[in-house]
Structure formats: structure tokens, C-alpha cells
């Protein structure tokens, strides 16, 4: 099958994906798709928002809806790094047996990873870039896809721990989740306090899933969207020849390389899922906002004067 044709398959399952998550999900479209666009890319996601905005439920839907497996770790100051990566036990037979952990999964969802100290939140940094864990110098190969969506409350910082700049450049995207329409809300409402229940139908499956991300990778992208991403991410970083007056102004930090690579993926597969046979310059703006906002890092000034990322981003363009 030609990859034009691939593309046409893939596209009426992703229209159908979407029907399926919406069955149970009211609204919170433009969040459901930087999630697929991740998932579809080889990312993973940091889930930015308030209590009870049913992140959990989003992302349990859209594992059953890719027909994979889920698995949910709530981050506490007491978590171990045993607790996630798992642990070797002695069985009957005083042997060493590994009792895999929760991170054995397509996807996982760290709950309120902020919560538990910098030593367990780096148990999560070889999966998330290796695809792999290694326990007691045993390396183990973790189950593709794989994908972790790490959720975070912005608004309560007591017992919180930040993370790490290494860690949050492990995720493609950061998503704002933001608060339901009032008719959204009134859907919710209805459908969670009713006998209502709806099934969601499996789309895809695990070889779907990584034929769809090895298609995004053959996607042809022109030298020019190429070089735009590429100096739009070189224009981050203050301090150096590039940066724009806006940077050097209100940034202590800008983004890396691996930003470029993700703004790159990303755009290809925002293109594909819009019906696009390659990605141009309006694909990589699309997501430039999502790929950039854990990765620019503000200085003081730019906090006493409120100036937010999202504002210095859209000034890069």
C-alpha cells in the first residue's frame, strides 16, 4: 500500500477514534488531538490542570479506544522508585524473581507527578527516552507503544516538588487543561448523573498504533518548514545570536534540540490528521505552543510584569 493510501486509512481511523472518544468525553476536542498527535509521534505528555477536569477518564478512554494497555501510578511523597519500576522478590525456591511494576504498560498515566520526590521521579527517565528500565543491572525492554501522560495541578504547590528541566524536555507536549463551557458542563452534568453509560469501541490495536507513528516518520517535510522550526527554536535561547529582543528580555532559559525533533514530528502528524500529505509552516505554529511552554524557562522579570509563554512563543513566529 502506498503511503498516499495509508494516509486515507489512517485518517477515516482517526475520524472514527475521535467519535468514539467523544462518546464519553464532553467537549476538550483541541486537548484530545495534542494527545493523539503525541501518541502518534512517539511523545509523551504533561497534562497541566485542576482537579476533576477528567484527565483520568480522558486518557483510560483513549487507551480503550486504541486497544491498549493502561495503567495508572498515583505519585505520592512516599513513593519508591521500586513502586514503578517493580522489584526482584525471593520466590519458594530462594530464587530472584522480578515482579514487574506498573510502568509495564502501553500507556501510563503518572497521577500528580509533582508530588513524590526528584529520586522516584527519575525512575521514569530511562523509560520515557529508552523505552527500557534496567533493575539490579538487568535490562528490561518495555512493551511498544509506549507512552506516559504525567498530570500536574498548577494551583496547588504545597508538598509539591518540581520538575527537573531534564525530565520535562522528555515530553513533547504540555498541555493547559482548561475549565468546560457552560454547555459542556451542563452535558457533563446530564451524563454523570444519569443511569447513562456509553462503550467505547476499540479503533485501533498496538501494530496499528506503530505502523500509524512509522508513516508520520516517512511524511516529507520541504528544507524551509525545516529551517523555520530550527531557527524558531534557536531564537529561545537567550544570550546568543538569535535570540529576539522579547528573549533576552523576559527569558533565563530557552529550549534544546530536542525541541526542534519534536516540533518537527509533531508537525508532520498535525498535517496527517488534517488531511495534509506533508508538513508546512502553519503545522509546526500549530504546535509550537505545546512543544515549547515546559521548555522556556521566564525570569523574574517576565513573572513581576505577567507576561506569560504563550505570549513570548507567538512572538517567535
Request: charged share 25%; glycine share 4%; aromatic share 8%.
Amino acid at each position: 500500500m502506498s503511503d498516499v493510501k495509508s494516509i486515507e486509512k489512517y485518517l477515516d481511523q482517526y475520524q472514527q477514534l475521535r467519535k468514539e472518544i467523544a462518546k464519553v468525553i464532553v467537549g476538550q476536542e483541541a486537548v484530545i488531538e495534542q494527545i493523539l498527535i503525541s501518541i502518534f509521534s512517539g511523545g509523551h505528555v504533561l497534562l497541566i490542570g485542576v482537579p476533576g477536569l477528567a484527565k483520568t477518564l480522558m486518557v483510560n478512554t483513549i487507551a480503550k479506544a486504541l486497544g491498549l494497555d493502561f495503567k495508572r501510578i498515583q505519585f505520592t511523597p512516599d513513593l519508591m522508585p521500586s513502586d514503578i519500576l517493580g522489584s526482584e522478590i525471593l520466590d519458594n525456591d530462594r530464587n530472584f524473581k522480578f515482579i514487574k511494576g506498573p510502568v509495564f504498560s502501553n500507556i501510563v498515566l503518572a497521577d500528580e507527578i509533582n508530588r513524590t520526590p526528584p529520586k522516584t521521579q527519575a525512575a521514569l527517565l530511562e523509560a520515557m527516552q529508552e523505552r527500557s528500565v534496567t533493575i539490579a543491572g538487568n535490562h528490561y525492554k518495555l512493551e511498544q507503544p509506549y507512552f506516559v501522560l504525567a498530570t500536574q495541578n498548577p494551583i496547588e504547590q504545597e508538598g509539591t516538588y518540581p520538575l527537573p528541566e531534564a525530565q520535562l524536555d522528555r515530553f513533547m507536549f504540555a498541555i493547559n487543561l482548561e475549565y468546560p463551557t457552560f454547555e459542556e458542563e451542563v452535558s457533563v452534568v446530564k451524563q454523570t448523573t444519569s443511569t447513562h453509560s456509553s462503550l467505547v469501541e476499540v479503533v485501533f490495536d498496538d501494530t496499528a498504533v506503530l505502523e500509524f507513528q512509522s508513516l508520520i516518520r516517512r511524511i516529507p517535510v520541504a528544507d524551509n518548514v525545516v529551517e523555520y522550526a530550527v531557527r524558531m527554536i534557536s531564537k529561545t535561547r537567550p544570550n546568543t545570536a538569535t535570540a529576539s529582543e522579547k528573549i533576552q528580555e523576559f527569558v533565563s532559559w530557552g529550549a534544546g534540540p530536542r525541541a526542534s525533533q519534536n516540533l518537527i514530528l509533531a508537525a508532520k502528524t498535525h498535517a496527517v490528521i488534517h488531511g495534509k500529505f506533508s508538513a508546512d509552516i502553519e503545522d509546526v505554529q500549530a504546535v509550537s505552543k505545546s512543544v515549547l511552554r515546559h521548555r522556556i524557562i521566564k525570569n523574574y522579570k517576565a513573572e513581576a510584569e505577567g507576561v506569560t509563554v504563550d505570549t513570548i512563543i507567538e512572538s517567535l513566529y
